[in-house]
């Protein structure tokens, strides 16, 4: 018989995966209605319930009724199951993907045995306003958890209370706004931000009421100290930095950067949604920031879930602790509260505590590695992207521009520049041609201050053959830009669906957000009134 | 690895980190459970000092809700694919598209309303971000806020709109515990930017003058905002029939644990008009036609007004927030089918009123305090009890029962008030229970 492995891989280098997403050509739910199906019984009125109180609905003010029932699909159970067990086959989850492409996300290993204890019924069925005597477990994780917050980023207090990464930066923005406010120092409307931070740190000041600063990189793409200097001043209410920016590049003069906002009247909020390669290395407290926060479903390893569940977890000093959201997790030594009376916090963010099962699962994370292993966790995670940037650039075609031969931390925002001005090749398609072998691949954030930009973060989850295979996807899609264009310009062949035809979705007279207005504006159902 | 790039150590890739921000010693954090069983015994250990809603009798609502969760809901969102997909693009990450577009899709149904948004963190942020949005397409800066709210999402709106909007917040009837009309046509000017308030509120009253005061909003150019619950929805009006211009709410209901709090996440609906449209932080997703034939396809739906393309250009912001429990509540939504929220909404309905009938025959309690319709919740009075509501609930606890919300705090006029969430998970036996505890309690 033919020697297989001799055909899966020459000279001890496999070949590329021969993958196919799969593909459903799955209905959309509506589709699969048949009149009569049910999914689930809901359980039935006793009897002697009915006798005693009637027909409820029928006693209800006419105007509180329903007059049509819901246009829902009837859909039984084993083909409900059987429409989403298949759409999430058609989704590519970091369970089973290198998943090294979607940078600035840390999709790293979340493991499954979190998942586990976040289900159990200790934590999944506890009502958050329980009396606190019958939730001591879960506030000793939630109290716990901020002490190792603490700890890594050397704040004096955390609330875990906001429910993302976004949501943590407008709280802290909303604290500099108590802050200045307490003082009465009203006229701080500035807050100075950084084009390489994430979007989210500009877009959250100003729905906090700032006007936004932007500093862009030097030369050698660093923050501009120069730049800085020239836009702080008494309309300083503060400053909100991703560091490590989102091209993976440490602010060096980063303490220069906090010194001269604080100079100025300023806060300093440190963005750590890429803290990933400098946990147990240096920390917000060191650069001299007043507040920090972290993503919890990123350096925490909570799993994203396609866009949250998620966590955000702020930390400040003791100067600004009073103005935390409330209510914030107290304990006396012997048993743990909920401390509502803090006249001085900003209020809620969000509803209860926050979200106590991303909690929950980040703490296990943290109690499985210790201070040792969190920090090891960051090491090969920097090492990683090193050895993943090595091998990239070795592909003709590809850059990676600002702070030449410096190492990066944990990511590296390329460029195709070079790659597209030989051959016309974006680097979306490129993206889309990589997706065909059964990776990720994003582009950035814009603007696009990098031309033709991708942003690989590897984290600590991936081995250096995974990273070789990511690279060597990269390598092959690169070559056939140059060899066979259309392919990757026509990409994705092996994926579920092919190139979307986009302008409807900007279109008004044509965008379809639910299948209603589908059934309305482009299939102009009978009686689909607008 | 190290070799390939040429370093001795990992330090060296830390050129970038100054020698003075360098940590010096190891975090002081907890010695670790390396082994996945140590661990496991460690975080079971500490969890085992919760008490659950499983092992007691859970009368506790308040925007929190005890409902049956099909184990179909619990299978979907568990599965690796969804659980640990995050931000791919529309062809790698069909699946979580498509399962997003159903769930807007089941919702529009549900809500009679043509745009949904990918879900935000909670109901707190859907109002708030209504309300800003209702600012934004008016242009003006004041908003009217029923105060038979919850006081926690109050503050949160309070909070969020501190920057440019003003906050005016309109008394209840304290009879019915319904809208006051009167009150608000004298509140609301030329300056209102909407009205808002919450159908069922937050005692639980069902509020039966929506209509009017949606007309009394759009008389004055201002826009109506309807915070509801979705499980009522099967027998409650849908909020765009008595003239809702902006829907909210949150679908923990809708297949969600409680989870602590932590099954929350936020809708907003609108019609599908550009002006509300493009007024959304969130992201829409869209369908659209790809390359092959007959192949449904979905993106991103104006995209140019998010944060994402705009950063501080764009409408307030979008980020990572409770996707995972849209597509759950979607889930939901399609096993239930039309009679199955209708089933549920109507077993609610007999289930709730039959427990507030079996505790108004107990002396010294009252039931209902508020006179208007309800759905699911309602307020119990102990004024006549001679005991306050903490140590009602802590005698009923040691019966293994959770009693209802403390209204006290948030709400001075309804001192020794409670309120009490009935739900389809309730048996009879339950609510007779419930009833002879509180008779001994009371007594």
């Given at each position: 018989?033919?020697?297989?492995?001799?055909?899966r891989?020459?000279?001890?280098?496999?070949?590329?995966?021969?993958f196919?997403?799969?593909?459903?050509?799955?209905?959309?739910?509506?589709?699969?209605?048949q009149?009569?199906?049910?999914?689930?019984?809901v359980?039935e009125?006793?009897?002697?319930?009915?006798?005693?109180v009637?027909?409820?609905?029928?006693?209800?003010?006419?105007?509180?009724?329903?007059?049509?029932?819901?246009?829902?699909?009837?859909?039984s159970?084993?083909?409900?199951?059987?429409?989403?067990?298949?759409?999430s086959?058609?989704?590519?989850?970091?369970?089973?993907?290198?998943?090294?492409?979607?940078?600035?996300c840390?999709?790293?290993?979340?493991?499954?045995?979190?998942d586990?204890?976040?289900?159990?019924p200790?934590?999944?069925?506890?009502?958050?306003?329980?009396d606190e005597?019958?939730v001591?477990?879960?506030?000793?994780?939630?109290?716990?958890?901020?002490?190792?917050?603490?700890?890594?980023s050397?704040?004096?207090?955390?609330?875990?209370?906001?429910?993302?990464?976004s949501q943590?930066?407008?709280?802290?923005?909303?604290?500099m706004?108590?802050?200045?406010a307490?003082?009465?120092?009203?006229?701080?409307?500035?807050?100075?931000?950084?084009?390489?931070?994430h979007?989210?740190?500009?877009?959250?000041?100003?729905?906090?009421?700032?006007?936004?600063?932007?500093?862009?990189?030097?030369?050698?793409?660093?923050?501009?100290?120069k730049?800085?200097?020239a836009?702080?001043?008494?309309r300083?209410?503060?400053?909100?930095?991703t560091?490590?920016?989102?091209?993976?590049?440490f602010?060096?003069?980063?303490?220069?950067?906090?010194?001269?906002?604080?100079?100025a009247?300023?806060?300093?909020a440190?963005?750590?949604?890429?803290?990933?390669?400098i946990v147990?290395?240096?920390?917000?407290?060191?650069a001299?920031?007043?507040?920090?926060?972290?993503?919890?479903?990123?350096?925490?390893?909570?799993?994203?879930?396609?866009g949250g569940?998620?966590a955000?977890?702020?930390?400040?000093?003791?100067?600004?602790?009073?103005f935390?959201?409330v209510?914030?997790?107290?304990?006396?030594g012997?048993?743990?509260?909920?401390?509502y009376?803090?006249?001085?916090?900003?209020g809620?963010?969000?509803?209860?505590?926050?979200?106590?099962?991303?909690?929950?699962?980040?703490y296990?994370?943290?109690?499985?590695?210790?201070?040792?292993?969190?920090?090891?966790?960051?090491r090969?995670?920097?090492?990683?992207?090193?050895?993943?940037?090595?091998?990239v650039?070795e592909?003709p075609?590809?850059?990676a521009?600002?702070?030449?031969?410096?190492?990066?931390?944990?990511?590296?925002?390329y460029?195709?520049?070079?790659?597209?001005?030989?051959?016309?090749?974006h680097?979306?398609?490129i993206?889309?041609?990589?997706a065909?072998?059964?990776?990720?691949?994003w582009?950035?954030?814009?603007?696009?201050?990098?031309?033709?930009?991708?942003?690989?973060?590897p984290?600590?989850?991936?081995?250096?053959?995974?990273?070789?295979?990511?690279?060597?996807?990269?390598r092959?899609?690169?070559?056939?830009?140059?060899?066979?264009?259309?392919?990757v310009?026509?990409?994705?062949?092996?994926?579920?669906?092919?190139?979307?035809?986009?302008?409807?979705?900007?279109?008004?007279?044509?965008?379809?957000?639910?299948?209603?207005a589908?059934?309305?504006?482009?299939?102009?159902?009978?009686?689909?009134?607008? | 690895?190290?070799?390939?790039i040429?370093?001795r150590?990992?330090?060296?890739?830390?050129?970038?980190?100054?020698?003075?921000?360098?940590?010096?010693?190891?975090?002081?954090?907890?010695?670790?459970?390396?082994?996945?069983?140590?661990?496991?015994?460690?975080?079971e250990?500490i969890?085992?000092?919760?008490?659950?809603?499983?092992?007691?009798?859970?009368?506790?609502?308040?925007?929190?809700y005890?409902?049956h969760?099909?184990?179909?809901?619990?299978?979907?969102?568990?599965?690796?694919?969804?659980l640990t997909?995050?931000?791919?693009?529309?062809?790698?990450?069909?699946?979580?598209?498509?399962?997003?577009?159903?769930?807007?899709?089941?919702?529009?149904?549900?809500?009679?309303?043509?745009?949904?948004?990918?879900?935000?963190?909670?109901?707190?942020q859907?109002?708030?971000?209504?309300?800003?949005?209702?600012?934004r397409i008016t242009?003006?800066?004041?908003v009217l806020?029923?105060?038979?709210?919850?006081p926690?999402?109050?503050s949160?709106?309070?909070?969020?709109?501190?920057p440019?909007?003003a906050?005016?917040?309109?008394?209840?009837?304290?009879?019915?515990?319904?809208?006051?009309i009167?009150?608000?046509r004298?509140?609301?000017?030329?300056?209102t930017?909407?009205?808002y308030?919450?159908n069922?509120?937050?005692?639980?009253?069902?509020?039966?003058?929506?209509?009017?005061?949606?007309?009394?909003?759009?008389?004055?150019g201002?826009?109506?905002?309807?915070?509801?619950?979705?499980?009522s929805?099967?027998?409650?009006?849908?909020?765009?029939?008595?003239?809702?211009?902006?829907?909210?709410g949150?679908?923990?209901?809708?297949g969600?644990?409680?989870?602590?709090?932590?099954?929350?996440?936020g809708?907003?609906?609108?019609?599908d008009?550009?002006?509300?449209?493009?007024?959304y932080?969130?992201?829409?997703?869209?369908?659209?036609?790809?390359?092959?034939?007959?192949e449904?396809?979905?993106g991103?739906?104006?995209?140019?007004?998010?944060?994402?393309?705009?950063?501080?250009?764009?409408?307030?912001w979008?980020?990572?927030?409770?996707?995972?429990?849209?597509?759950?509540?979607?889930v939901?939504?399609?096993?239930?089918?039309?009679?199955?929220?209708r089933?549920?909404?109507?077993?609610?309905?007999q289930?709730?009123?039959y427990?507030?009938k079996r505790?108004?025959e107990?002396?010294?309690?009252r039931?209902?305090?508020?006179?208007?319709?309800?759905?699911?919740?309602?307020v119990?009075?102990?004024?006549?009890?001679?005991?306050?509501?903490?140590?009602?609930?802590?005698?009923?606890?040691?019966?293994?029962?959770?009693?209802?919300?403390d209204?006290?705090?948030?709400f001075?006029?309804?001192?020794?008030?409670?309120?009490?969430?009935?739900?389809?998970?309730?048996?009879?036996?339950?609510?007779?229970?419930l009833?002879?505890?509180?008779?001994?309690?009371?007594?």
């Amino acid at each position: 018989m033919k020697d297989i492995t001799a055909i899966r891989s020459a000279q001890g280098t496999p070949r590329l995966r021969r993958f196919h997403q799969a593909q459903w050509d799955e209905p959309i739910v509506f589709e699969l209605s048949q009149p009569g199906e049910r999914g689930i019984l809901v359980p039935e009125v006793e009897e002697e319930i009915v006798r005693e109180v009637g027909d409820v609905v029928a006693s209800l003010p006419e105007t509180t009724r329903r007059k049509r029932a819901p246009a829902l699909p009837e859909i039984s159970q084993n083909r409900v199951l059987r429409h989403y067990v298949r759409l999430s086959q058609e989704t590519l989850g970091a369970d089973f993907n290198i998943d090294v492409g979607q940078g600035t996300c840390t999709m790293k290993y979340s493991p499954k045995v979190n998942d586990q204890l976040a289900r159990a019924p200790e934590m999944a069925e506890l009502h958050p306003l329980q009396d606190e005597d019958t939730v001591q477990g879960i506030l000793e994780i939630m109290y716990r958890f901020e002490q190792i917050l603490k700890a890594i980023s050397g704040m004096d207090a955390i609330s875990l209370q906001p429910g993302a990464g976004s949501q943590a930066i407008y709280t802290n923005a909303s604290i500099m706004r108590a802050h200045h406010a307490a003082r009465g120092d009203h006229g701080r409307k500035e807050i100075i931000t950084t084009i390489f931070s994430h979007p989210s740190d500009a877009a959250c000041a100003k729905t906090a009421g700032y006007d936004v600063v932007t500093i862009y990189p030097d030369a050698d793409g660093y923050p501009d100290l120069k730049a800085l200097r020239a836009a702080v001043s008494e309309r300083t209410a503060g400053m909100i930095i991703t560091n490590p920016e989102d091209t993976g590049i440490f602010n060096p003069r980063i303490r220069e950067f906090a010194d001269l906002v604080h100079e100025a009247g300023g806060l300093c909020a440190y963005d750590q949604a890429n803290a990933n390669g400098i946990v147990g290395i240096t920390s917000a407290r060191k650069a001299g920031f007043d507040l920090c926060h972290f993503n919890l479903h990123k350096t925490f390893s909570t799993p994203h879930g396609c866009g949250g569940p998620a966590a955000g977890a702020i930390g400040v000093t003791k100067e600004l602790e009073r103005f935390l959201p409330v209510p914030v997790v107290a304990f006396d030594g012997r048993r743990y509260r909920l401390d509502y009376d803090r006249p001085r916090s900003i209020g809620k963010v969000r509803a209860f505590y926050g979200v106590a099962p991303v909690v929950l699962k980040a703490y296990a994370w943290v109690m499985s590695l210790g201070a040792e292993g969190l920090e090891e966790v960051a090491r090969v995670a920097v090492l990683n992207n090193n050895y993943l940037m090595k091998k990239v650039l070795e592909i003709p075609g590809v850059r990676a521009p600002y702070a030449s031969g410096r190492p990066r931390i944990e990511q590296v925002r390329y460029s195709w520049d070079d790659l597209k001005r030989e051959t016309g090749v974006h680097s979306e398609d490129i993206g889309l041609r990589a997706a065909d072998f059964g990776v990720h691949y994003w582009t950035s954030h814009h603007p696009w201050i990098v031309p033709e930009p991708c942003t690989l973060e590897p984290t600590e989850s991936y081995s250096r053959a995974d990273l070789d295979e990511y690279a060597a996807i990269l390598r092959h899609v690169a070559e056939e830009a140059r060899t066979n264009p259309e392919a990757v310009k026509t990409a994705p062949h092996n994926s579920t669906i092919h190139r979307l035809e986009h302008s409807p979705l900007d279109n008004p007279t044509e965008w379809a957000i639910t299948w209603r207005a589908y059934r309305r504006k482009v299939r102009r159902d009978a009686g689909e009134s607008a | 690895m190290l070799r390939e790039i040429g370093a001795r150590s990992t330090s060296d890739l830390y050129a970038d980190v100054p020698e003075d921000l360098r940590m010096k010693e190891r975090m002081a954090l907890p010695e670790p459970h390396l082994s996945e069983a140590a661990l496991r015994r460690h975080v079971e250990g500490i969890l085992a000092k919760n008490e659950t809603c499983k092992e007691y009798l859970s009368f506790l609502g308040a925007g929190c809700y005890q409902h049956h969760v099909p184990a179909v809901c619990d299978e979907i969102n568990g599965r690796g694919e969804f659980l640990t997909a995050y931000a791919g693009e529309p062809y790698d990450d069909h699946g979580r598209f498509q399962a997003l577009f159903e769930y807007a899709s089941l919702m529009g149904e549900l809500l009679e309303m043509d745009v949904v948004n990918v879900p935000t963190y909670d109901s707190f942020q859907a109002a708030a971000t209504a309300l800003r949005m209702a600012c934004r397409i008016t242009n003006r800066k004041e908003v009217l806020v029923s105060r038979s709210i919850s006081p926690e999402k109050l503050s949160k709106i309070v909070d969020y709109c501190r920057p440019e909007i003003a906050v005016r917040v309109v008394d209840y009837d304290r009879e019915t515990g319904q809208l006051d009309i009167d009150a608000i046509r004298q509140r609301v000017s030329a300056e209102t930017a909407a009205v808002y308030f919450e159908n069922p509120s937050y005692f639980g009253v069902v509020e039966a003058r929506g209509e009017e005061v949606s007309e009394v909003a759009h008389d004055h150019g201002a826009i109506s905002v309807v915070s509801v619950d979705p499980i009522s929805l099967g027998v409650l009006a849908p909020p765009a029939d008595y003239g809702a211009d902006i829907v909210v709410g949150d679908i923990q209901a809708l297949g969600m644990h409680i989870q602590y709090g932590g099954g929350h996440a936020g809708f907003i609906a609108t019609r599908d008009d550009p002006t509300y449209v493009m007024q959304y932080p969130s992201r829409l997703f869209g369908i659209a036609p790809t390359a092959v034939d007959g192949e449904y396809g979905f993106g991103d739906v104006a995209y140019e007004r998010t944060s994402f393309a705009l950063r501080e250009g764009g409408k307030e912001w979008v980020g990572t927030a409770a996707a995972l429990w849209g597509i759950t509540a979607g889930v939901y939504l399609a096993l239930m089918g039309p009679q199955g929220m209708r089933e549920i909404g109507e077993g609610i309905l007999q289930r709730s009123h039959y427990a507030a009938k079996r505790l108004s025959e107990i002396p010294g309690v009252r039931v209902p305090i508020l006179r208007g319709p309800f759905f699911k919740e309602f307020v119990v009075g102990f004024e006549g009890a001679g005991n306050t509501v903490a140590r009602i609930n802590r005698s009923l606890r040691k019966r293994k029962i959770f009693g209802g919300v403390d209204l006290s705090k948030g709400f001075p006029e309804l001192r020794r008030c409670a309120l009490y969430c009935v739900t389809e998970v309730h048996t009879k036996e339950d609510l007779d229970r419930l009833g002879a505890s509180l008779e001994e309690v009371v007594a």
